[in-house]
Structures are given as structure tokens and as C-alpha cells.
């Protein structure tokens, strides 16, 4: 039993931060309906950018997320401008082929400013607490704090603001949004724009835990589970479906590697597969995820 | 028109833009060395007087193992650069030759490895090095062909089955946990059956610790291994895997990982307040560790194939030297003492192949008749024991390990070089087989 | 479309669908055949550094005309193509090495094989549309390489040796036969590709493709069809898969990643989807820019900036990739089998060439 | 009007729908429609926009489910059959917004749409051999007869993509002839023509039924070419039928004069 509470309190806590960056994937796709395949690329850049602050520039914390938020951000707005801009009207399979080259183009160009070193990041205090039964690190109650501010703040930011009200329009519906004088680009715009900085934080939460490294893009494809099961265009189903990828990796690891492992699967191992494993049998249910939105088609 | 004329210079700029990055990305650190060794180039020019001796080696510099591939990669640039200022290779005439390394960053993909493994032969390169396993398999039954010697980094026994011409210095990483599992055993003093929990990486390298040969070899010392745990290359999280160890039980730990997963590993393993031994072989370098996770990796032990952490050591002072004056100071890793090993003996099997044979005669496979064969107790300035490689040794490479271990801010030798228990079933395959192969192919 | 020979006048309905019309077009076919049987023998491409890459493109041509068919001709985006490659070359190498089974019954076991999978991972991937299926594919890759990586048979994390191919008596231990043979499978699969993309199946393909609401209505199931795709799809990997195996004489899981099956979805866009043409020259091209990259250019470049070697080389390859199919994507679409359409219509209206 | 539909013989009804009802979250899109569909006639379906016209072709060949109701044709209810089993049966219709196949030239679009009448399959066709071969020439016979009696001939070999607008729909009404069907649905075959393009619809329109034995349903804005071609006309509004008859009954309906001109009755 108490194996696993440990599992749930762990799997919740990660599961958050899956969903934070799961947010990425959200709000590109809702704007623009682009699936960007390429946010594992901007967490790895964001932790990048991150050490880059603390470590080279030598800034304090507060000061250093800021300074990753502004680059991430730009760079957002950039990759938006030169990459996605030409894509509108393209088939999909153009769509998703540019935003898995320009993946691989961030991963060059990190390759090139960052060298392949794998660094440590060090930004939350290392001290443990007993809760509920479970022992959580300082880190991930942190990660787990500053993922669900983030993820009421963009909530409260899509609901109130005039930015977030045109990025509502326009998912709602592209043309009728142009009509009334919003102009989508620039919603685009704004929409890379966060998925950046959400992705950028994301990736300092996790940055923290395992350190940064180019290999910390893989979990970008980590998160696309989670945007399968809850959904591509629900926010709420992507913070569920992390949360359900969080505890399902957990629960694998505890109580599915050991009797996988009996059928003659080396050691288990389920961890990165069972996600996908769960996301392809709810796909066969439910086509559109749990929470997504199942669209009317015309003809 | 107009539209795609601007979006044509919008991506050039970007381009542009991307090649400036390193130049941002480098300044600050980089910048002497790089005026150093322009400056050291021109110098070594009078040397040059015969045509230069070629050996070809690649690297992953993309991928899960490139912080490792790029520190191998600078002890060979190093180490070439020595040879070189050093008055190169002397032929049979007593003209010297300088050494250049062919080279490529495969981003761990066989067919460029295979590729360059073709380009390198072309251009004539005597002897040929790739890193892991699944491109030495791939490239194995070319070089056997044309009796090229290969070198590996890579030890999972399959490296050596069937072995013909390719050679790997290192233990194999079997072999190293049996070696950790007796080195171990040494301390046991409890009654009961010690148990050991070993945690792989998900990747071939990973999951060679769990074969059956070598869990059979660990029952066989009476070791019950009560936790096979499987975790990510760059895991969040290792909680629940850690978890199902302390529930079993365990009483030491074996973590075939490398650096980033290690950290998480400790991490966790302090939340959980695990305190047991846990080792890990050779990828997983003690000074990435400790550089990842200062705070909770004490105590962590490195099972290391060769190491720069003995101040005393003449290997280390000779690589230190080597950094010194080519990177400008001397940086600790374990990845760069087993570049310069693997170089090292490279270098040597073309150094023996050009003392007997005439420099327009030398191909690959005289340098792995007179060169690699005639390797005979070659001592790497002490980085490695004697190596010894070819038929008539008995023995391909050397299996020995030395255990490290982080205390404190300090990484510390804990135990001399232990020579390694054969684990896995390739011993006795030397012995007949692989020795049968070898001789029949030297003898055509 | 485009402009058929001048002076060609079609008799019957089979000649007007016929693909080779011209005496003309006859000759530069036996020409080009010619070419590709002397090639490995004579001319500057007769070294073992060139067969080897030649041998790696036709196999490339093959794997990307099962993925053109899919994605191409029946619009269902796949990221699995690597994974059921890997499927093909492990059904060759266990089968190859544990049963000693030969060449010709090695080969269509793999394309049986990979297509037997590929159909179990089709079921989930037919209901889901756009990028729903992207990520549900990549789950099949994910999948497939963890099965193969785990289990016990396929030699997990260790691999598999296997020998030279053999028919018969011939056994194809020299680069130039098996370049050959690896040829003659090629072009045989192509042909397949071009006869399944001009009859009535390949037709359901496109219709499915440009308009599945449409198609559905118009009497074709949609379901069967993306299944099939899917399934012919595998087949064309699981024949690729087996021939890069005997090719390296080695299996292993970690041939078979992700990024190949990007660099194969790249190959497509840069070749032009829908074109069976599109498929050879794009493996062409694409493979020459990436050979000449990595092995090349990116070391030298690494030996001009000695401090920068790794990254620079590291990253080079990367950039050079999004740059080219960025490109592509960005400026011609319908890639270079575009491209030769209007060379080629323009070279038959000349010189009233500005009728294109 | 009743005892006029009592006396037609069952025999002479290819269609039948009953009941037919249909609504997306909560909003009707069609309401309790019931109408026949006779044999060799052409049936007007008109009203104004968002009456459910569309919607209700659309559950005649199954691209919708209707939450009521059935629609018998030969004696089989098509709300349970997918919609690819119903083109097989006989159903064949054309699109509002023009639904070809973009990447086939306009030959190829009338062949993918003989689909069901050819019986080869991937192994004959990967081998262009036998059946494939003599198969795909008795089909193109088929095909170009169509493009001879449509008038196609002169883009028989363009991509359709390329097309102008009238002629695509035209394209679209070959690719519907092509699967030989018994009832043809024609989803605005006129919208955004020329008169004379029109005119040229409106003929051919005629010759289908006269020629191929069809009946013919069309959703059409036109009504003046409605009340000249059509022989019993539907009219929807906001989901419901309103009225059913000859053209000049509809003309004097107050219903449908309500419905479209907003009048008082």
C-alpha cells in the first residue's frame, strides 16, 4: 500500500509538469491547428537558455527564468514567423514534416551553441518532506507549484484578456475571427509564443531533476500521449491526460514491469511504452481523446 | 513572387544567423586554445616528410552517448597531435610518417558508419575504430572480409562472438558486473544470501546486465538477484523503480546507466533513504556525476576500465600533460584516459606493422598480421594493464577493471585493477573456435 | 496533366494507360537498365565506397515507395516506416540465421511479416485522421522497437549475425552481386509500385486521399482501403528492412530509430508525394546530400575549427536536413518529380516551351 | 393530394423515406420527413438555406445516421448500411462544393468511381496483368462513352484540379453516371453557372433520365430551371416538409410562399 501512495503522489506531481508542457502542444493546435512536434525542442532549449542564465551569465533565479522566458519567447515568435507562416493552406503532411525538421534544426542549433555536454542545473533546494505517507523532493513539489500557477494563469489569461479572447476566436473559427478584424498571425504569434515559454518551463522544472541535456527533447515525444489521451484541442484534458500519463508510467513501472517480465520481456522496461500502449487503446474508443472536441464533418 | 523572395531572405537570414551561434556559443573558454593550436600547427611542419599514415575512428556526436563520444574524441585528436609534434611514425627506412585520423560523427546511424567504414578503406586507412556495439556488428563481417582491424569501445559479449579481426581492449560490461558482484562478495560477512538489484538503461547498452549468461553467472556465486529495473536514458523519475528495490530487499545495487539517469538515480535513492552500494561500469563517468548531482552522489562507485583519478599514476600525469598543452588545462574524465588507451594501441599495432614491413607495402591486413597480432603485454603509460591482443596470446585485450568511487567533491581509486571473472561462455570460444578462425585466417 | 510525346497517337484504351509509349522511351529504358547492371564494374561509380551507397539508396527507394504509397497516394501520414523495417529485417535475420532458411524465401517472409504487423497497428491507425494518426504510428514504432528490444529471440539488445544471401549455389558475397540483387528487387518493386498506383486499388488510394467524405460516398470503404495501404506499405518495408539486413550481415534495434523514419517521411516530401518517380529521385538526392554532409564536408569543417569539431560536425547534418526539406516544404511542395515534369513537358513542346 | 399517393403502386417507389429525423446537439436539422422518391422522375428538393436539403441527401447515402426513421430502397432500410454499400447499390450523387478527386485527371476520376464494378485486386494490379489489363479496358470503354455523352473529351486528360468551376461539376456528374446508379442525388448541379451553362446541366439533367432509366433527386436555388425540368418538388424549411407536389401546386402553396417570401398567409 505504501508502494503504492508513493506511486500516485509521484505520478500526480510529474504528471503536472507532462501536462504544463502538454499545454504547449494545446494551445498551438487550438490557434493554429498545428500539432508542434517540435516542443520537445523548445523544452530542451528552455533548460538550455535556463543554465545558460544562471551558469554563464551568473543571474539569480528570479532573474534567469526571466531572461529564459524573454528568449524563449522570441524565439517562439521567430520560429512562428519563418517556419509557420509559409505553411498556411499546405497539406498536413507538410505541416507536421515542418515542425519535425524544424525539431531537428533546434536540436543543430543547440547542438551548436550548447555542445553536446550533458550539465547539471541546480535552482530548487534539495530537502525531502513526508507527505501524506510519501516522500517528495523539494524539487518536484516546486516543479509540481509552479506548473499548476502556470497552468491557472494561462487558463485565467485565456479567459480574460483580449489576447487570449482573439486566440479563442480563431480556434473556434479561423475565418470568422479574420472578419472581425483579428488577425490571425498575430495570433499565431502569440500562441508560439507561449507554447515556448510554457515548453521553457517545463523544461527547467524537469531540467532540475536530471540536468540539461540535448537528449531532455525526447520528452516532447513523451508528452504526445498525454495529448492523445486528453485530447488535442481540450486544455483541461491536457492536464488530465498528464496527470493519467504521470500515475499510468508510475503504476507500469510498479506493478506491470514484473509481470511483463515474466512473459520473457527483459526487465519490463514499460515506462516509456505504456503511455502510447493506453493512448492507442483510448484512440480506438474514443478517436478524439477523452476531452477532445469531436468535429462535425461536411460534405 | 514578392512574398516568396522575402521568405527566401527571411530563411537565409536565419541560416546565417545559425552559423554565428557558435561562434556565441564558443566565446569565453574556447578562444585561446583555438589561437594555441594554429600557433602550434606551424610549428610542426618540418616533420613532415613522408606521406602521411592513416587510422580512421568514428564518433557519435549526436545522441544519448555524445558527451562521452566527444571527450574520446578529443584524447585521439590529442593524442595524434602528440605523435605528430613528436616526429611521427618511422618506416623501415627511418622516414618519418605523421599519423592523421580519418574521422566522422556517425549521429549513430549504420549507415553512415558503413559508409565511412567504405571511404575510409578507399583512402587507405590501416586500421579501423567505431565505438558501439550495433555499428561494430554491423561493420565486423566487412573488416573480417577484408581483414581490416576493428576496434570497439563497446563490450557486450556479442562483440567477441565471433571474433575474428575485431578487437575491444575493454573488459567486457558483463564481465565487469560479475567482477563488481566478487568484489562485493569480498566484504560479505552475513549469514544470509546476499541479494542485488540491477537497474539498466533502456537501450542495448542497458540491457546487456540483463542476459541470461550473466544472471546465470550471478547465481552461480550465490548472489540472488531480486530487481531486473529497467529506467529512461533522461528519466524524470526513478521513484517507483527504487521503490520495488527497497521492497525487495537488496542489499547492493548494479546501475548500468550513464550520467544524467545516474543523478536521478541518487537523487531518488536519498528521498528514499536508500543507503546501499551501487556501482556503475565505464559510460557512466564519476566526474559527470558528481558535476549533475554534487549533493547526493557520495558514495557512488564507478567500476572503471581506466580512470584519470591517481595523482601518482604515470597515465595520468601523462595525460594531464597532453591537456595541458593542447586544451590549456587538464579536465578529469574517465572517457578521455580510455580514448587515449584505444588510441594508443591503435597507434602501436601500425607502429609494430611499420617496423617490419616497407612503408609501400603496408595495408590493413599487415598491420593486423605484424601489428595487432604482435601486441604483446603493451603498457599504455599504466592507463590500462598490459594489453595483449592477437592469436598467440591467448587473450584479446585486457579484462580488467578498477573500482572509483565519489567521497565527498573527490573521486578516489577505492581498490586496484581486478582482473575480471569470465562471465559468459566466450572464453572457452577463444579458446577453440575463435583461436581455429584466427590462425586459419592468418595463415591464408 | 502534362503533354504526351509528340507524333503519339493512342490505339486502344491499354496503350493509352500504357506507361513506356515511345520507341523512344523504350531505348532510354534499356539505356538506364544498362547503366545500372554496368555500373558497379565500370566508370567512377565502380568502387566498394560507391556500390555500398548504391546499395543503400535502391534499398531506401524501396522502403519510400511502400511509404509513398501510403502517405503519397493514400494520404495516411506514417512514422512507423523504420519500425516495420525492423520488423522485416528481423524476420529475415531469425529466420535467416536460427532455421538457415535461404534468400528467396527469407525475402517474402520479411514483406509477409512486416505486413502482418503492420495490419495489427493499422486497426487503431484507420480510425484516427491527421495528427491523431502521425502520433498513433509513432506509438506503433515506439512498440515494435521495445518488443524487439526486449524479447529473448530476436536477440534483444545484443543483435544477430547473419551470412551472405544465396540462391541456390550463388552466394552474393561480392558488393557488386549483391548490388544486383538488391537492384533487381528494386526495380521489380518498383514496377509494382507504378502498376498498384495505376489500377483500380491505386485509384481508391487517391480518392481517399483528395477526398475520403467524398470517396466513402462514392462507393469506396475507406477502412478496407487505408488497411491495404498500410499493409502494402509494411510489405514494401519489411522487403527494404530484409535487404538492409543481408546488407549489413547484423541486426540490430538501434538501426532501426525514429530519425529513419523521418528521414524516409523527408525523402518523400523532397522527391514529391504521389510520384513513383518522386520516391527514386528523392532517396537520390536526399542520400547524396546526406553522404556528402556527413561524410565530407562535416569533418573537414571540424578540422578548420579544431575547438568546434564535435558541434560543428554534429550539427551540420541536422541543419543541412531541416534547410533541405524545409525548403521543400516551403517552396516546392510537390518536389523534384515536379520539377521533371516541367523539364520534361517543356523539352516536348520545345520550342514553344512557354505553352507549360 | 393523399389519395393521389395511395393509389401509386408500390413497385413504382425507388425510395422511401419515413420518419426521418436528424439533429446535431440539440438543434433539428431534419424534422419527421417523410417523401418518396418514384421511378424515372425527377424530384425537386427546395428551401432556404439551412432547411436541411443537404442534410437530407445526406442521409440517403449514409454519410449521416438519422437519429428516426428508416429509408427503404428495394426493400432494404440504407440508415444501417455504411455509405460505400449504398453507392454500391445504386445510389450515386454529386456535392455542393464540388468533392472530385483532385489529384486524378478527369478520366481517372470516372475510373476510380467504376471501382465497384471492377474486380481485380492489389496482386492482378501489381502485376498489370490478365484480369487488371482487360478489366481497365472495358472499363475506360464504359468511361468514355460517359465523356462522349457529357461532353468531356477535350479535358478528359487535364487533373481535375486544374478544371474551371462548371467544368468540374460536370466532371462530378460523370463521376456519379459512372457507378451506373439508379437514383442520382444531384447537391446543387447549377449553383454559380452561367444561363448557359446552365441550360447545359438542365439537358443533360434530361437525357440522364431519358437515357440511363434514373431517378434523379436535385437540391437546386434556381426555380425557374426547378418548376421547367423537375416533376414533383419537396420543399424544407428549418428542417420540416412543408409541401409536396407538382411545380405549379408548389407555386401556389402559402407555406412555401411564406418561407420564402416572408409574406403573411
Known amino acids: 500500500m505504501d508502494m503504492f501512495i508513493q506511486l500516485l503522489i509521484s505520478g500526480v506531481l510529474v504528471g503536472t509538469v507532462y501536462g504544463l508542457i502538454a499545454l504547449g502542444f494545446v494551445l498551438v493546435y487550438k490557434s493554429s491547428g498545428i500539432l508542434n512536434l517540435a516542443q520537445g525542442e523548445l523544452v530542451m532549449l528552455g533548460a538550455y537558455i535556463c543554465y545558460t542564465g544562471i551558469n554563464v551569465l551568473h543571474l539569480n533565479i528570479a532573474l534567469a527564468f526571466l531572461f529564459t522566458f524573454a528568449v524563449s519567447g522570441v524565439m517562439g515568435i521567430v520560429i512562428s514567423r519563418v517556419a509557420i507562416r509559409p505553411l498556411v493552406g499546405q497539406p498536413l503532411l507538410s505541416v507536421i514534416m515542418m515542425t519535425i525538421v524544424l525539431s531537428i534544426g533546434l536540436r543543430g542549433i543547440a547542438i551548436l551553441a550548447w555542445g553536446a555536454e550533458t550539465e547539471g542545473l541546480s535552482i530548487f533546494g534539495h530537502s525531502y518532506y513526508h507527505i501524506a505517507g510519501a516522500v517528495v523532493s523539494e524539487q518536484s513539489i516546486w516543479a509540481f507549484a509552479l506548473s499548476v500557477l502556470a497552468v491557472v494563469a494561462f487558463a485565467l489569461y485565456f479567459q480574460k484578456t483580449k489576447g487570449g479572447r482573439a486566440m479563442r476566436a480563431v480556434a473556434e473559427d479561423q475565418q470568422a475571427a479574420q472578419s472581425v478584424g483579428i488577425k490571425i498571425i498575430n495570433v499565431f504569434d502569440h500562441s508560439w509564443l507561449i507554447a515556448a515559454v510554457v515548453g521553457a518551463l517545463g523544461g527547467i522544472l524537469l531540467a532540475s531533476g536530471s540536468g540539461v541535456s540535448i537528449e531532455l527533447s525526447h520528452l516532447g515525444l513523451k508528452v504526445l500521449p498525454v495529448v492523445l489521451i486528453g485530447g488535442l484541442d481540450s486544455i483541461q484534458g491536457a492536464i488530465i491526460g498528464g496527470v493519467i500519463v504521470g500515475i499510468a508510467e508510475n503504476m507500469a513501472v510498479g506493478y506491470l514491469d514484473p509481470v511483463v517480465s515474466d512473459w520473457g520481456l527483459v526487465g519490463g522496461g514499460l515506462r516509456n511504452v505504456f503511455p502510447y500502449i493506453l493512448a492507442l487503446f483510448i484512440l480506438v474508443v474514443r478517436p478524439h481523446g477523452l476531452f477532445g472536441q469531436k468535429r462535425i464533418e461536411r460534405i | 513572387m514578392n512574398i516568396s523572395i522575402k521568405r527566401a531572405m527571411l530563411l537565409f537570414v536565419l541560416l546565417g544567423s545559425l552559423l554565428l551561434l557558435p561562434a556565441i556559443g564558443a566565446c569565453g573558454d574556447d578562444d585561446e586554445t583555438a589561437q594555441e593550436e594554429t600557433a602550434q600547427e606551424e610549428d610542426q611542419t618540418p616533420t613532415d616528410l613522408g606521406k602521411p599514415v592513416k587510422i580512421s575512428q568514428t564518433f557519435a556526436l549526436t545522441g544519448p552517448y555524445a558527451s562521452q563520444h566527444k571527450e574520446i574524441f578529443e584524447a585521439y585528436e590529442d593524442y595524434i597531435k602528440f605523435i605528430n609534434d613528436n616526429g611521427g611514425l618511422k618506416d623501415t627506412n627511418g622516414i618519418s610518417h605523421p599519423l592523421e585520423m580519418l574521422w566522422v560523427d556517425d549521429k549513430m546511424e549504420v549507415t553512415t558508419e558503413l559508409s565511412f567504414f567504405e571511404k575510409a578503406k578507399a583512402d587507405g586507412s590501416l586500421i579501423h575504430g567505431s565505438l558501439y556495439s550495433s555499428a561494430y556488428g554491423a561493420l565486423l563481417p566487412k573488416a573480417e572480409k577484408e581483414k581490416i582491424p576493428l576496434f570497439c569501445f563497446s563490450s557486450s559479449n556479442m562483440v567477441i562472438d565471433p571474433q575474428r579481426t575485431g578487437y575491444s581492449m575493454f573488459p567486457y560490461y558483463e564481465d565487469v558486473l560479475g567482477a563488481y558482484v566478487d568484489w562485493f562478495l569480498q566484504t560479505w560477512d552475513k549469514p544470509s544470501q546476499p541479494k542485488l538489484a540491477i537497474i539498466a538503461l533502456d537501450n542495448a547498452y542497458g540491457k546487456s546486465a540483463l542476459g541470461s549468461e550473466i544472471l546465470d553467472f550471478i547465481e552461480s556465486r550465490g548472489v540472488d538477484v531480486v530487481a531486473k529495473e529497467v529506467v529512461d536514458a533522461v528519466p524524470v523519475d526513478t521513484t517507483a523503480n527504487l521503490i520495488k528495490i527497497q521492497n525487495a530487499d537488496a542489499d547492493f545495487i548494479y546501475a548500468q546507466v550513464i550520467a544524467p539517469t545516474a543523478a536521478v538515480i541518487a537523487r531518488d535513492m536519498q528521498k528514499l533513504d536508500i543507503e546501499l552500494t551501487i556501482a556503475s561500469p565505464a559510460p557512466m563517468g564519476p566526474s559527470a556525476l558528481l558535476d549533475m548531482a554534487p549533493e547526493a552522489c557520495d558514495g557512488w562507485i564507478g567500476m572503471l576500465w581506466a580512470g584519470f583519478y591517481a595523482d601518482d599514476d604515470r597515465g595520468v600525469k601523462f595525460m594531464r600533460d597532453l591537456q595541458t598543452e593542447y586544451r590549456g588545462s587538464p579536465m578529469e574524465t574517465d572517457q578521455y584516459a580510455l580514448g587515449i588507451a584505444s588510441v594508443m594501441t591503435m597507434v602501436e599495432a601500425v607502429r609494430l606493422a611499420m617496423e617490419e614491413v616497407p612503408f609501400d607495402e603496408l595495408s590493413p591486413e599487415k598491420v593486423w598480421q605484424f601489428g595487432i597480432n604482435r601486441i604483446e603485454n603493451f603498457d599504455t603509460e599504466g592507463i590500462l594493464p598490459p594489453i595483449n591482443l592477437g592469436v598467440e596470446h591467448g587473450y584479446y585485450g585486457q579484462n580488467h577493471v578498477r573500482p572509483v568511487q565519489i567521497q565527498g567533491t573527490q573521486i578516489k581509486w577505492i581498490d586496484d585493477f581486478i582482473k575480471c571473472p569470465d562471465t559468459m561462455a566466450y572464453k572457452e570460444y577463444y579458446q577453440t573456435e575463435g583461436k581455429a578462425i584466427a590462425e586459419e585466417l592468418a595463415g591464408e | 496533366m502534362f503533354n504526351k510525346p509528340a507524333g503519339t497517337f493512342n490505339a486502344s484504351y491499354t496503350k493509352d494507360e500504357a506507361i513506356v509509349r515511345t520507341r523512344t522511351q523504350w531505348g532510354l529504358l534499356i539505356i538506364l537498365v544498362g547503366i545500372l547492371a554496368v555500373v558497379p564494374y565500370y566508370g567512377p561509380l565502380a568502387s566498394d565506397y560507391w556500390i555500398n551507397f548504391l546499395i543503400y539508396v535502391a534499398i531506401t527507394v524501396i522502403s519510400v515507395q511502400g511509404l509513398n504509397i501510403l502517405t503519397g497516394y493514400c494520404g495516411q501520414i506514417s512514422l512507423g516506416q523504420a519500425a516495420f523495417m525492423a520488423v522485416g529485417a528481423y524476420t529475415t535475420a531469425i529466420l535467416s540465421s536460427k532455421a538457415g532458411w535461404p534468400f528467396l524465401a527469407c525475402l517474402p517472409m520479411a514483406g509477409l511479416m512486416a505486413t502482418a504487423v503492420g495490419f495489427i497497428f493499422a486497426i487503431p491507425a484507420v480510425r484516427v485522421k491527421g495528427f491523431y494518426l502521425a502520433i498513433t504510428t509513432l506509438a506503433a514504432h515506439f512498440v515494435i522497437i521495445y518488443l524487439i528490444i526486449s524479447l529473448e529471440f530476436t536477440g534483444g539488445s545484443i543483435g544477430i549475425y547473419i551470412e551472405r544471401p544465396r540462391i541456390g549455389s550463388i552466394i552474393f558475397d561480392s558488393p557488386q552481386s549483391f548490388y544486383m540483387l538488391v537492384i533487381g528487387v528494386t526495380i521489380v518493386m518498383t514496377v509494382f509500385a507504378k502498376n498498384i498506383v495505376r489500377t483500380k486499388v491505386g485509384w481508391a488510394f487517391i480518392a481517399i486521399r483528395d477526398n475520403d467524405l467524398a470517396a466513402k460516398v462514392m462507393g469506396v470503404n475507406p477502412f478496407t482501403y487505408k488497411l491495404l495501404a498500410f499493409s502494402i506499405s509494411a510489405f514494401y518495408a519489411g522487403i527494404a528492412g530484409s535487404l538492409l539486413v543481408y546488407h549489413l550481415q547484423f541486426a540490430h534495434p538501434e538501426h532501426y530509430g525514429l530519425t529513419q523514419a523521418i528521414w524516409l517521411l523527408g525523402i518523400l516530401i523532397v522527391g514529391g508525394m504521389g510520384s513513383i518517380n518522386g520516391a527514386i529521385f528523392g532517396s537520390i538526392f536526399v542520400r547524396l546530400i546526406d553522404e556528402i554532409t556527413n561524410i565530407h564536408i562535416s569533418p573537414a569543417l571540424g578540422n578548420l575549427f579544431p575547438s568546434l569539431a564535435g558541434q560543428m560536425s554534429a550539427a551540420l547534418g541536422l541543419l543541412v536536413f531541416t534547410a533541405i526539406v524545409g525548403i521543400f516544404i516551403i517552396y516546392e511542395p510537390r518536389g523534384l518529380s515536379h520539377r521533371w515534369q516541367l523539364l520534361k513537358a517543356s523539352y516536348r513542346l520545345w520550342p514553344f516551351s512557354y505553352w507549360t | ?265
Open chain 4, 1 to 265: 393530394m393523399l389519395s393521389e399517393m395511395d393509389s401509386v403502386k408500390e413497385s413504382d417507389i425507388a425510395l422511401r423515406g419515413s420518419n426521418i429525423t436528424l439533429s446535431f446537439g440539440g438543434v433539428n436539422a431534419l424534422l419527421d420527413v417523410n417523401f418518396q422518391i418514384f421511378e424515372q422522375e425527377i424530384l425537386a428538393i427546395i428551401g432556404p438555406n439551412g432547411a436541411g436539403k443537404t442534410s437530407l441527401l445526406n442521409c440517403i447515402n449514409g454519410f449521416y445516421r438519422p437519429d428516426k426513421g428508416s429509408i427503404l430502397f428495394r426493400g432494404v432500410d440504407l440508415t444501417k448500411i455504411p455509405s460505400h454499400k449504398i453507392a454500391r447499390m445504386g445510389i450515386a450523387r454529386t456535392f455542393q462544393n464540388i468533392e472530385l478527386y483532385t489529384g486524378l485527371n478527369t478520366v481517372h476520376n470516372l475510373m476510380a468511381a467504376r471501382h465497384n464494378f471492377m474486380r481485380h485486386g492489389v496482386f492482378d494490379g501489381a502485376f498489370y496483368f490478365g484480369r487488371a489489363r482487360s478489366e481497365i479496358a472495358e472499363h475506360r470503354e464504359r468511361v468514355e462513352d460517359i465523356i462522349d455523352f457529357l461532353d468531356l473529351t477535350p479535358i478528359r486528360n487535364v487533373e481535375v484540379g486544374s478544371l474551371s468551376y462548371g467544368n468540374r461539376k460536370r466532371v462530378e456528374l460523370g463521376r456519379a453516371l459512372a457507378l451506373e446508379p439508379q437514383v442520382l442525388l444531384l447537391d446543387e448541379p447549377m449553383a454559380g453557372m452561367n444561363v448557359e451553362e446552365k441550360e447545359d446541366m438542365a439537358r443533360f439533367i434530361i437525357d440522364i433520365l431519358e437515357l440511363k432509366k434514373t431517378s434523379i433527386v436535385m437540391v437546386e436555388h434556381d426555380m425557374g430551371l426547378i418548376m421547367d425540368i423537375s416533376d414533383r418538388i419537396i420543399v424544407l424549411d428549418f428542417g420540416s416538409k412543408i409541401a409536396e407536389g407538382s411545380p405549379s401546386e408548389i407555386m401556389q402553396n402559402p407555406e412555401v410562399l411564406k418561407a420564402y417570401l416572408g409574406t403573411k398567409s
